[in-house]
């Protein structure tokens, strides 16, 4: 698929998100076969590629749906893409704290901690 061709399945959408999303680096989480499919599929060619939102506003949600419920692990994965996509650090802090005064101050604490912790890997990754 060429630059000025449109992704037309779900697989080709999912993998252009997620290119886009992560530059080819994800988690490494061991997932099953059908799942990592539907994770293409669906969530990236079919969720994160609707329409209505643009994949900026999509990242900034998915950070903060992440730090309200404590999810660490994700949050890494998703403050790294939301950098890829050229968010900046001080927008994350943004959505970091306007999440700690509805989803509590200790999932904020910790979210800061991740992207602290984020933002000096991809410092060191250059």
């Known amino acids: 698929m060429s630059a000025t061709t ?3 399945t779900k ?16 988690s490494g989480a061991p997932l099953a076969p059908a799942f990592a499919e539907m994770t293409i599929d669906h969530l990236f060619g079919d969720v994160w590629s609707r329409p ?6 999509r990242s900034l949600l998915t950070c903060a749906v992440l730090v309200a419920l404590g999810r660490e692990n994700e949050q890494r994965l998703h403050f790294r893409g939301a950098c890829s996509l050229g968010i900046p650090r001080e927008r994350l802090e943004e959505v ?6 509805y989803a509590g101050w200790p999932v904020a604490v910790s979210a800061f901690g991740v992207l602290a912790e984020v933002w000096k890997q ?3 990754e250059g």
């Open 6 to 8: 449109p992704a037309t």
């Open 11 to 26: 697989r080709e959408r999912g993998l252009a998100v997620l290119q886009r999303l992560f530059r080819g680096k994800t």
């Open 52 to 57: 209505a939102l643009a994949i900026e506003e």
């Open 96 to 101: 970091i704290t306007h999440v700690a005064h």
């Open 122 to 124: 991809m410092d060191a």
